[in-house]
């Protein structure tokens, strides 16, 4: 049985919509990051970089980071696309979310990993969330005239809403993001998304 280490609201919501969304049955440890729990030796073992997402296989071999941990949930649940071209294009999708959107954030909540000078820190901060909110308007124009973000509903669209999340917990105006908000609204629509958000205590 797979078990997903997870952490209510980070990055890891998006494996856990499609773990969800698959009706497998499947174990999850919610790690609380503010105490440090993603830093225990334990859990270094499975994760080194001591960060959410990882994900224990079925022969307790550990997955981590959301570039392998998505590809290979969704080739397994039948939600990833099967044409080699569109395959393409859904790592593209994913390779964005992961070195350029999700570091975007970072610079936000996180500007220690980029200077020792906490003097910087407001500057590095501010540009973070100019450039996560740009990145945001990308995402937006990428469900322009679409459902979602492959031909059918895929793992891609569970990434995209983390995102979406992060925007509002930034208080910035993802509301004004059409395309974006009419998929958070299509996404609000499927039980799993719900059970999901309940379990890790997320409103949209």
Known sequence: MLTLFYAPGACSMAAHVVLEESGEKYQTHRLNLSKGEQKTAEYMKIHPLGRVPALKLDDGSPLAENTAILPYLGKRFDMWPTDL???????????????????????????ERYTADTAAFPGIQAMGKKTFHDYLKQIDAMYAGREWLSDTYSVLDPYALVFYNWGVKRELPVAALKHYTAFKDRMLERPAVQRVLADEGVKL
């Not at 859904?90 to 975007?104: D, I, M, N, Q, T």
């Open 85 to 111: 071209i569109k395959e393409a294009k859904a790592l593209s999708v994913v390779g964005f979310f992961a070195s350029s959107v999700h570091p975007a954030h970072g610079h936000i909540g996180r500007p």
